[in-house]
């Protein structure tokens, strides 16, 4: 198989949670010259790979999100 070469400035590895919020700072920064590479066939990362039954978390469901979120 041929590959094509990629002529892009920045390369994001992964669509999980530190992936997607690089891109949405670059695209708010204006910066459009990126390419996200994922090896699975969704996003989300380590959250979509893993699951933890009966797991619970000491932060707020609402505090758990980007800090530059609306």
């Not at 530190?18 to 959250?47: C, H, N, P």
Request: proline content about 4%; glycine content about 12%.
């Amino acid at each position: 198989m041929e590959r094509a070469a990629l002529d892009t400035r920045i390369l994001i590895l992964g669509t999980g949670f530190s992936g997607l919020g690089m891109a949405i700072r670059l695209k708010q920064a204006g910066i459009d010259d990126f390419v996200i590479l994922e090896q699975a066939g969704d996003v989300g990362g380590t959250w979509r790979d893993n699951h933890y039954p009966g797991a619970a978390c000491d932060v707020p469901a609402h505090l758990y999100s980007f800090s530059f979120a609306p």
